[in-house]
Structures are given as structure tokens and as C-alpha cells.
């Protein structure tokens, strides 16, 4: 992270507009800063010498003796230029400019910040904001903020896009005694941005979650992606977002288009990375720190224990109403509690312990539940009543939740006389709520995010899906119709590309004339289907395009003239290219809608759901990111509706959900492939007993995307990188395939890393593992392509595949160096696959323009060092048997 460390641990810093005028933000900001003892301090200003009679100041940065880290700007915005290239040429690392009047102000604050992005640019320098706060880390003693409240020391870190709203829930945080690793204060984001933030907290050691404010820009939205998913099962992403007021593109041609508006495209892309979204000001500090909690709940299904019927009832429809269940407690623990209850107990969940209850009756209460293996967490509510103390009440439960593995949250309800309650919660890190409410929302917080970390990591089945369908004649049928000025593809073009990627589609012909609908007819036989033809015309139906249920041809003759008639009509100079004609599906169980649309931050995006003529009626859909696998494909049908019944409803045949999963993953890599499409509808996509059939597609072109270089400039997510795809052959002549890694890889990594010799396994891994766990291999198989790449070789073995070795590359996040590593399995040693392997690294390296590739290697590893010398790599010894090896790549 080079930079950005030396700008958020900065050995000294200048702070430029400093002053002692009373309530300045040059006072304020250099009296913060003199209270970090272990820094060299500089005041800037050309009209003083000493501030406060004690500190020297300096007329300009350049008069500033020795090196500067860190450099603040508390000026006029139009002294920032000046002061920026001046602290460029004095070797000024990072810059932080406080002060507001750029972009946000209109033409002339727009350009003065043109001038600033240029400048920093030039001397490449890390910049926080401008018109931000800076930066407070309270392990470092360093506040360079003009903030007079410190936060206490924490383990979550507060990243705040806005300065006066971040300000507010700083201070809110300060006030609920929560403690902060750090605060940091982004405003417009010219360099340091979301991405970056999380980078750096990802690896540091005060961190443990981290909560985002987010108002406006994400700010460069792959490294946003890249970096949450890197970090988001380690430390734990919460992110509190607006929804816009202005959503999506007015000038949108499909469902799809209008339906997958920006904020449910947030949801589906936080989601996709594994971070939590919430609405709720109070919720983004409730379950900030408590996500890290290693006893997060497996299920929904909730006991509420209780001393006030009418506070469990609360919680219990509080709990209902967003999702989640009663835990059913079984026949012999509700006998437990009956006999720890009184005669009159009333037996059940919310379990009513009575306002009589005192402390070992809650304790037992507590045990009881906890044992039951329905229960998957417990609320205690304690609300005063005539016995117990809150105090002794919050350190008997504090102490059995301690030692719990299943989650205890608490809601002590009341003012100054549950307050000492709360604090010991608060010293144990359990959870502790004023309303039940509360309580329980965090609860279902944090289940979900247990549950979207386990689905996103999930691994899929191996769909035998055609990764390379042929495209390049699509490609130019695409360019064809752009000649020709049409930007709506023809139903019989759409449909050509959905059979290329193996979308069943029910046959379409295109006739010009009543002769050709029959013969046409005679051929596929009725009952059928009409609909007009016209690039003009996006919804059919709504001009009266559309005729059912033909089933002679008298009927055909007839309704194909009045079908012209009336669209002439209803929607006169429309251009006709023909009337489409389709056998008709006589007997459909369910209808589905299949869809993709171009989203302003995210990019493509794919959207599932109910389909058919009342599609926006309904709204009953799910959105995805690209690339999408057979687990995330069938986690899109789950967040539906609709999934419920293509299950099977009132005796209609369930769909062929295996068949939903592929025609997924493959309309997601039609996506892939196509970064001209900009909406396309696939709808309705038929189930008829059980099988999927699409009747209708409309794909409509970005005229923006024709001539583009860069590849998947429409993805924020980098998709299985085909272009590592190689046979080569070992020294003996046996035939391998290398690739790339991918989730669905997992059991035959495993098979092959537990077959290895304890000494191949020490090299690799410098120890002997003896068991590899789902989560070991999740960090393995399931990547983020743009900042590893892990190349395995696969050998088939009569029907059987194998992985017989692994090449991998780790970036470093500031992309000068990776790290690589390879493993060839025991038995092919000597065939020449390790020196393939380091050599692909190599070039792949160089593909991500790194400066350097490493690696650490046991220095009696005589086999992998003498590759490494005849590879011309720099050797450096280390103790502990231990050597790193080097390859310059620039």
C-alpha cells in the first residue's frame, strides 16, 4: 500500500493554513495534531512566525525542514492549486485538502477541481477529498480533523462519503460509547476512495468492520467490488445508502430497463460481494459491531426470553414481519422450563419467565433454550420489574453468553436505573438494545449476512454450459443492423442469438405477405401465433400486435389482415418489416421473464422473475451481476416469488430448476460476450410441463459499445478468463489442460492438496495440513481474477479428471507486486510442470503490469531454487530456513 500507509501514519505533517484564531478550522485542526506526541509537527503560514508564542511556524512548504508525509490544506479553495504543485515539488507523500468550494459550487469550482485532479496526477501524490474532514485514528493518537471530540479506541472503522453527515453520526457514535479504529472523511473522492479505504482497512490490525456512508458516487466502481469481496467475509462491510430520487433511464425500451432501477441494483451488487445494506441511520451503527461476532446465527428461528408478556408479543411480530421465525422448542425442554416455572406458567416461545423472575431462574431459562436444537439464537429481554437487579441480571447473562456457540442479544429496557446493565453488556462486546425491536432487526442482520457469505461462497455444479459458443456472425448481424439504422434487433435476429447460447426458443418465421403466413402455417401447424414486426413498435400488445389462438386458415387470413389494419391505426408511420409467425403453446403452467439492462454505475446486470403481459404489474423479480454460476443463477430464482410455484403449484408440474440454472449461466454469458447489448427482455420465457421454452425476445443495441477495445468494459465483475485456457503436454508426453481456477474446482483441489507427500505439502504450505476446510478452499477456488489468478492443471484419467498441479499469483493492492506459489503433486515431479507453471505467473504478472513478481521458497527446496536461478531470479536468504525469490518484470 506504499503511499497511502506513509499518508495515514505520517512520521511528520505540515499543516498548511494553520492559525490560532479562536474557532478556526487552522486552530482546531493544529491543535489536534500537536496532541500527537510521536510526529514532527509543522505549521504554514506566511504572516506568523509562532503560533501560540510556542510553536515556530514556516512562511511555505517548500521552508520546511526535512521531509514531509503528510500535508493539509486549510485554505481558500482557490489557493489549492498553488499550494498543491508546490507541495508536489517539495516531495510531499500524501495531501489532504479540507477546504469546500470545488465542484460542488458550480462551472468554476468544477474547473478549479479540473486543476487539482491534473496536479495531483502530475506529481502522484495520495489525496484525501477536497472539502473533507481528513482522518482520526485513535490508536495512533492522530486526529487530523477540525473535529474537537476524539473517538475512544475500537475495532470499527467509519469511512464517511459526506462531511457534515458523517460529522453527525461520528459524534452519534461518540455519544453510544462506540469505539472507532478509525474515521475517515472522504468528500469528492478526487484519488482515495471507497475502494481504496477498504484496501487499507482490510489489512489493518485495528479493524475489525467496517461501516460506510455512501451519498452519491461509489467512486471507481470495480476496485469498490474487487476490494469488498477480498475483505468481506474477514471484516465485515456495512453500508448505509440513500436511495436516489431520480431512478434509472426514462428512455428505457424494455421491462428489464424500467423495472431494474439503481437502488435495487445496489442491493443486488453489495449483495453480490457480501456486504450489508442498511436503510436505518440506527442500524449501521447496531450491527457494525457485531458482525465480526464469531457466534452469528445459522437460521432464522429466534427464542425470545422475556419477564413482560406484552414486550415478547412485540418482539415476536417485530421478528415476523421482517422475516424471521420462532424457534419450536422441543417436548422436553419446554418440560425443563416447566419446572423451573411456577404452576401457572403459560409454556411456549416468547418464553415468559414471569415479572417475578430473578436471576437464576433467567440463567436457567437461558441454558435450557440454548441446548435446543431448534434454537439458533436467543433475545433476553429484561424489562424492571420486583426481583432481579440489572446489574447482577446483565453479569449472569454476560457470563453464560460468553460461553455460548450460538448468539445472545439483549434489549434492557429503561432510563438511568438499567444503564450499570448496559455497560457491563457493553465491556463483555454482547450485543445490548433499548427496544426489542431493535434487538431483533439486528438479529436478522446478522443472519443474513451469514447466509449471503455461505450462498456467495457456495460451491456450484459443474453445468455443462459452452463457454465459447460461436459469436462472431452475431457479432456481425449486430453491425448489420446498426448500418442500417436499427438499434432494436428483430425477434427472428434475437432469436438467433439466444439458440447460438443454447436458450430454447419456440420457432419464429417472418412472412411479408397472407400467401406466406399460410404456407407457412402448413409447415408448423395450429394453433398459432401473430405479432407484428416493427423496430418502431417496442410493446406488441399495447398497439394491438399481438393475435392468439388461430387454429385454421380461414382464421389466418383473416386476422393477419386485420392485425395490419389495426396497427396502422393505432400507431400510423410505424415502419412494418412483416408479421412474425410462431406455433402457438396450447397448455402453459408458468411464465417467467429472463433480462439484462446496462446500469449507470454497475454495468450489466441480469434480472429474473415473473414474466408475461403483466410483468411491471406484478414486479415480482431479482436482480444479479454477472458472471453468474449455477449456485448464484438458482440463488437469483430463490429471491423470488415466482420460484415458489415453479416448485409445483396446485397440481401443475414443478419446473426443471436444473434447466433454470443452465439457461441462467448461459444468458449470463450471452451477456459477457456482448457488451453492445444494452436492455434485452427474454419474456415470456414458457414452462410447460416442466421445461422452459422462450416465446418472445427483444434485444436493443448500445450504438456507444460497437468499437470498443478494452474487454467487458460493461462488467464491474472480471468473468472466467478464457484467454489462460492452454494444452500443453508433460515431458513423457501425457496431454494437460491448464486453466484457470474456478469455484466448482473445489473437490478435485481437495482431492489432489490431500493426496500430497507431507514433504510437498510443507513446501508448499511450510507446515503439513491435515485437514483443508470448506473456508480454506473457498480462499482458493473462489477469486477475484483482477487481483489473483491461480492456474491449475487438469489431467483426464479415463472418465475421471484430476488436478495434478497449481500455479498462483496474488497482487499486492497497490499493483507493483504479487506473490506466486506452485504445487505439482507428488506424482508428476520431474515432467517439466513446475517450470510451466512459474513461467505462466511470469506472464501473467506481466499482464497485470506488476513491476515484480516474489515468492517464498524453504531454502533446502533445492528443486524449486534451482528453477528460480535458471529463471534469473534475485535470491535473498531469510532466517528460519526460509529464502524470498525475485523477478524484476520492468
Sequence with gaps: MGDIKRMFDPKSIALIGASDKERSAGRIILENLLLSKERRIFPVNPQRKKLFNLVDCYPSISRVPGPVDLAIIATPAQTAPSLLEECGKAGVQGLIIVSAGFKETGAEGEELEG??????????????????????????????????????????????????????????????????????????????????????????????????????????????????????????????????????????????????????????????????????????????????????????????????????????????????RLARLSAENLAALRSIMPPYWKEGNPVDVLRDADEERYAKAIKICL?????????????????????????????????????????????????????????????????????????????????????????????????????????????????????????????????????????????????????????????????????????????????????????????????????????????IAGITIQKMMEKIDYEIILGAKKDEDFGSVVLFGMGGMDVEIFSDFSVGLPPLNQTLGRRLMEETKVYRLLKGHRGKPAADLKQLEQIIVSFSNLIIDFPEILEVDVNPIALCNGKACALDAKIVIDRNCLNQNAPYPQLVLTPYPTRYITRWKLADGADVLLRPIKPEDEPLEHEMLMSLSEEAMRERFFQVIKHISHEMHIRFCNIDYDREMAIVTEMGQGE????????????????????????????????????????MMIGIAQDKGLDECYAFVQSDNRKMMSLCRKLGCDIEALPDNLSRVSLLLK
Excluded at 256 to 280: E, Q
Excluded at 288 to 303: D, E, F, I, N
Excluded at 818 to 836: M, N, P, R, S, T
Design 371 to 575: 441446548d435446543d436444537p431448534d434454537v439458533d439464537g436467543i433475545l433476553v429481554i429484561f424489562t424492571p420489574q420486583d426481583a432481579a437487579r440489572p446489574d447482577e441480571l446483565a453479569s449472569a447473562v454476560a457470563s453464560i453468553a460468553n460461553d455460548a456457540w450460538k448468539p445472545i442479544i439483549t434489549s434492557w429496557m429503561g432510563g438511568r436505573d438499567v444503564q450499570d446493565g448496559r455497560e457491563i453488556f457493553l465491556e463483555n462486546n454482547i450485543p445490548i438494545y433499548e427496544t426489542p425491536e431493535e434487538a431483533v432487526k439486528t438479529y436478522l442482520y446478522m443472519y443474513n449476512y451469514e447466509r449471503n457469505l455461505e450462498l456467495l461462497y457456495e460451491t456450484p455444479a459443474d453445468l455443462p454450459v459452452d463457454q465459447e459458443p460461436p459469436k462472431n456472425s452475431l457479432k456481425a448481424l449486430i453491425k448489420r443492423a446498426v448500418a442500417a439504422e436499427r438499434l432494436l434487433l428483430t425477434e427472428e435476429e434475437a432469436e438467433r442469438i439466444l439458440i447460438n447460447y443454447g436458450i430454447p426458443v419456440n420457432k419464429t418465421y417472418l412472412v411479408q405477405h397472407v400467401e406466406q403466413a399460410v404456407g407457412a402455417a402448413k409447415m408448423i401447424g395450429y394453433p398459432l401465433v401473430l405479432k407484428i414486426a416493427s423496430q418502431d413498435i417496442t410493446y406488441k400488445s399495447d398497439v394491438g400486435g399481438v393475435v392468439t389462438g388461430i387454429n385454421s386458415e380461414a382464421d389466418l387470413r383473416i386476422e393477419y389482415e386485420n392485425l395490419i389494419t389495426r396497427v396502422g391505426q393505432n400507431c400510423p408511420g410505424a415502419r
Design 115 to 324: 486543476r487539482v485532479i491534473e496536479l495531483q496526477k502530475q506529481y502522484k501524490m495520495k489525496l484525501l477529498g477536497p472539502n473533507c474532514l481528513g482522518f482520526i485514528r485513535p490508536y495512533l493518537d492522530l486526529n487530523t480533523t477540525p473535529l474537537e471530540a476524539t473517538p475512544v479506541r475500537g475495532n470499527v472503522a467509519f469511512v464517511s462519503q459526506s462531511g457534515a453527515f458523517g460529522r453527525a453520526l461520528l459524534q452519534w457514535g461518540i455519544n453510544v460509547r462506540m469505539g472507532f479504529s478509525m474515521f475517515v472523511s472522504l468528500g469528492s473522492m478526487i484519488d482515495v476512495d471507497f475502494g481504496e479505504m477498504i484496501d487499507f482497512l482490510g489489512y489493518d490490525r485495528y479493524t475489525r468492520s467496517i461501516m460506510i456512508y455512501m451519498e452519491e458516487s461509489i467512486g471507481d466502481v470495480k476496485k469498490f467490488m474487487s476490494a469488498a469481496r477480498g475483505f468481506a467475509r474477514n471484516k465485515p462491510i456495512v453500508v448505509l445508502r440513500p436511495p436516489r430520487l431520480a431512478e434509472g433511464r426514462t428512455s428505457a425500451r424494455t421491462h428489464t430497463g424500467r423495472m431494474a432501477i439503481s437502488d435495487r441494483v445496489y442491493d443486488a451488487a453489495l449483495k453480490r460481494v457480501g456486504v450489508v445494506r442498511v436503510k436505518d441511520t440506527a442500524d449501521l451503527f447496531n450491527i457494525a459491531g457485531v458482525l465480526y461476532s464469531k457466534r452469528l446465527p445459522k437460521g432464522p428461528r429466534l427464542t425470545i426470553i422475556t419477564n413482560a408478556a406484552g414486550v415478547g408479543i412485540m418482539a415476536t411480530h417485530a421478528l415476523l414481519e421482517l422475516g424471521g
Design 800 to 839: 475421471k479428471r484430476r488436478i495434478i498441479g497449481i500455479g498462483r499469483l496474488i497482487a499486492e493492492p497497490d499493483g507493483k507486486k504479487g506473490e506466486f506459489a506452485v504445487v505439482v503433486h507428488d506424482d508428476f515431479h520431474g515432467k517439466g510442470l513446475g517450470h510451466k507453471l512459474v513461467d
